[in-house]
């Protein structure tokens, strides 16, 4: 692999690896040395890499690099740490009710188990189809649906009881 096709590469794939991480672990420094590490690992292997697989060979190298992180350090999921809500003409009760419901939202998210909170954060926050996320974790369209319909049942019932 020459450098022009590597940083082709890396300018093409680097936001939605770091994305995918992101949402896997919540931390945007996280996301970006992981998303930095796979592509030192694809520079440093030096291989031939099929642009029709590429973007598969990414995602499972940063899946895998997030699960060897996320053993080490078993982190919690901080999603709405930078969220602004707009306080313009709100009452003090709304302020505090968006304030719980943010703080239920983020435990309802902590508590989702991976595969879900994946799925759901990649059609939510980043609008992706059900087809692109079935591609980007290689599994069925089938089963993002499921996962997704699992995550937006947990959901309800969790910030409904809350």
């Known amino acids: 692999m020459t450098q022009e096709e590597f940083k082709y590469l890396f300018e093409m794939h680097f936001a939605a690896i770091r994305n995918y991480v992101f949402y896997r672990s919540g931390n945007t420094e996280v996301a970006t040395d ?4 796979t592509f030192l690992k694809v520079w ?4 031939t890499v099929q642009p029709e697989s590429v973007k598969g ?9 997030f699960i060897s992180y996320y053993r080490k350090e078993k982190r919690s999921f901080h999603f709405f740490n930078h969220f602004v809500f707009d306080e313009n003409g ?3 009760e709304d302020l505090f009710a968006f304030e719980q ?10 508590k989702l188990p991976e595969k879900q909170r994946t799925v759901f954060l990649m ?9 692109e996320i079935a591609e980007i974790l290689g599994i069925s369209v089938k089963a993002v649906e499921k ?5 937006l049942k947990y959901l309800r019932t969790f910030l409904n009881h809350e």
Request: aromatic letters at 10%; glycine letters at 4%.
């Open 147 to 151: 996962r997704m319909k699992y995550a």
């Open 123 to 131: 059609s939510r926050a980043e609008n992706l189809k059900y087809k």
């Open 34 to 37: 992981i998303a930095q590490e």
């Open 101 to 110: 419901l943010k703080g239920n939202y983020k435990r309802a998210l902590e």
């Open 44 to 47: 440093e292997k030096q291989q």
């Open 90 to 92: 709100q009452t003090p």
């Open 57 to 65: 060979l990414l995602y499972k190298i940063a899946g895998d690099l």
